[in-house]
């Protein structure tokens, strides 16, 4: 993620066909994803609680809703941060861009009727209902949103600009989905589950790229980076993959020792907010769109550097606040 938004900053226009900034844009372009999909899973996980609590219908959509609309705040106010670090290029409807947290957002507040399925069929129907909006994606295109106020067609139609709910808002269902089936399966079958995420990962890559490159499609407009059903079944395949990697790397190879990678996930929000502001904002207009490519990998190191110690100080301050909290007087 700090890769993708550091090269898509400061890298020469020029440069943006060569492979080497492709590369980064499609790996980049992965960490939205997995962002979305694990955003599904505890998701998943926070229907699974109510489940077990016996929550009623309406304490079930006022949970979730809540969570919905939690997220949707903080996307309004990372939206006011960022435009105001960027005040005198920003206009003023920058506030509404629909950003990964506005998709995030909206897509929850949606799929929260999940919730009140019973939990042997909720992963069925997510995943359907996943499927659905990435094959609805290439239809939702062909429509003619002319006469459509904007932030309508921005919330809906496949844009490269915005984090359109056709198709991004499919990977977070797909991650209720793979929460449901996660929480489902206890710790003594996890390893075994994850077998089958990596089989099933291959399949959907393999199968997504195959029916990709047919000479011919069911659509009339259909765009393979932009509102591919192919791409979206490519990269939860990857996702899968991934998964199971870092389970792999959790269990056998960390150890018991300090991880960046840990740090990063315990500290996501604050990092995705601040890399954005520092790398978008006006504090790096001197080279906005000005770096070759090694010059950008320098500088993603840098920013990098930059937020681990960022995701530590805060973790250490978290670590340093918390027994004067437990240690304070009940009121």
């Not at 492979?19 to 372009?29: D, H, P, T």
């Not at 106010?77 to 003023?92: D, K, M, V």
């Not at 199971?244 to 056998?252: R, S």
Request: glycine share 8%; proline share 4%; charged share 15%.
């Amino acid at each position: 993620m700090i890769e993708c938004h550091t090269f898509n900053s400061l890298v020469r226009l020029d440069l943006r066909q060569s492979s080497g900034y492709m590369l980064s844009q499609f790996v980049g372009g992965m960490a939205s994803v997995l962002f979305l999909f694990l955003a599904g899973v505890t998701f998943a996980f926070q229907m699974d609680r109510l489940d077990r609590r016996g929550a009623t219908a309406s304490e079930r959509l006022s949970v979730l809703m809540r969570r919905s609309g939690y997220v949707l705040g903080v996307a309004f106010l990372f939206r006011i941060s960022n435009t105001a670090f960027s005040w005198h290029t920003a206009p003023w409807r920058a506030i509404f861009k629909v950003d990964i947290l506005n998709c995030m957002a909206v897509s929850m507040l949606l799929v929260a009727v999940a919730g009140l399925l019973p939990r042997a069929r909720r992963a069925h129907w997510t995943a359907l209902a996943a499927v659905a909006v990435a094959c609805a994606s290439p239809l939702v295109s062909a429509v003619d949103w002319s006469g459509v106020p904007w932030l309508v067609r921005d919330y809906l139609a496949p844009n490269r600009k915005v984090f359109a709910l056709f198709p991004w808002s499919a990977y977070l269902i797909f991650g209720v989905a793979g929460g449901t089936v996660l929480r489902g399966l206890g710790p003594d079958r996890l390893e075994r589950g994850l077998q089958w995420a990596v089989l099933l990962g291959f399949g959907l890559v393999l199968g997504g790229q195959y029916f990709s490159n047919l000479p011919y499609s069911l659509y009339d407009n259909s765009e393979f980076w932009l509102n591919s059903p192919g791409l979206v079944v490519i990269r939860v395949g990857l996702v899968l993959l991934t998964l199971a990697g870092a389970y792999l790397w959790t269990e056998h190879g960390a150890g018991g020792g300090w991880s960046g990678l840990q740090a990063f996930g315990k500290t996501s929000l604050l990092i995705y907010w601040v890399h954005v502001v520092l790398v978008y904002g006006q504090l790096a207009d001197p080279w906005k769109k000005v770096l070759t490519i090694p010059q950008a990998v320098a500088a993603t190191l840098v920013v990098i550097a930059m937020m681990l110690l960022l995701s530590e100080a805060r973790l250490r301050w978290a670590a340093r606040s918390r027994p004067r909290v437990m240690a304070a007087p009940a009121a």
